[in-house]
């Protein structure tokens, strides 16, 4: 399960002296799972056990994807695990997590907001938790957006269709990438595309370039005037958007897309052999 995982590579990582501290914070949790042990053993986890970068091989993100389809703790520090793990570790009796996790989240800095935020895939009660997890895609702070936004399975589980559109259009405007969003393919959606056409529209209209990975979301479902938008893209474009525009323009069933793809034979033949994807345009 995930929470042993993270503790077995916390005390792998962590001197004895602070491995043992962790796991006398774990069981005094258990014991009482209050409000002021919790709040204690997270204020103190940075002094305890630093903020190091947790060490992880392949075969360990290969047993955390295998433990919880999704999960990437790629990127976390000793203080994030940790927290995360005293998080999701709580016993269930008691106050409901949810509203732990709000309060939490409304006294935390920026920091601490993030490292909460990157836990969500293993807190309990998940669908308890997205209305506060809205209010952090609310934030125009990057590192708080992208703990929820990248490489987190929650939005893809939990989120309905207005939720996920608005978080892939808000990560266009603070200038965050799409392609670390986990689903962005699965949950591609008629409105979305429509959002991204109109969403290039203002910027043409104002002067200023279109990130090129709006196409992604556009492709599948492009019709009418967002063949259109495509086909400008394929001739007026940067390299980068002209191949943007042609994996776009191979996912889309209609056969006028196909038409504008042969006008491009080289890109369309990179494609077919995948040397071209939005794997490798990143």
Avoid at 52 to 72: K, N, T
Avoid at 201 to 214: D, K, L, M, S, T
Wanted: charged share 20%; glycine share 6%.
């Amino acid at each position: 399960m995930p929470t042993k995982l993270l503790r077995e590579w916390l005390l792998r990582q962590l001197e004895p002296g602070r491995g043992a501290w962790l796991d006398a914070q774990l069981a005094s949790l258990q014991a009482n799972p209050s409000d002021e042990t919790l709040d204690i053993a997270l204020g103190m986890a940075p002094r305890k056990l630093g903020k190091a970068a947790l060490e992880l091989g392949d075969a360990d993100l290969a047993a955390a994807a295998a433990a919880l389809p999704g999960w990437d703790p790629r990127g976390w520090s000793v203080t994030d695990a940790a927290r995360i793990l005293l998080l999701a570790s709580l016993p269930a009796a008691g106050k409901p997590f949810a509203q732990r996790f709000r309060a939490l989240c409304q006294s935390a800095d920026v920091e601490e907001l993030a490292t909460l935020y990157r836990g969500l895939p293993l807190y309990p009660e998940p669908a308890a938790l997205e209305p506060q997890v809205g209010e952090g895609l609310r934030s125009n702070v990057r590192a708080v957006f992208e703990a929820i936004a990248h490489r987190n399975p929650y939005p893809q589980a939990q989120f309905d269709a207005h939720r996920w559109n608005h978080m892939v259009l808000k990560a266009l405007f603070i200038g965050s990438p799409l392609a670390p969003i986990q689903g962005l393919d699965a949950r591609a959606n008629a409105e979305l595309a429509r959002i991204m056409c109109d969403f290039a529209h203002e910027r043409w209209a104002a002067g200023r370039p279109v990130p090129f990975e709006i196409w992604r979301c556009v492709g599948p479902f492009a019709e009418g005037p967002a063949l259109e938008d495509l086909a400008r893209v394929l001739q007026k474009g940067e390299a980068i958007e002209k191949r943007a525009a042609a994996l776009a323009l191979a996912a889309c069933p209609d056969s006028r897309a196909a038409q504008l793809l042969q006008a491009v034979p080289g890109l369309a033949g990179d494609i077919s052999l995948k040397r071209l994807s939005w794997a490798t345009l990143q």
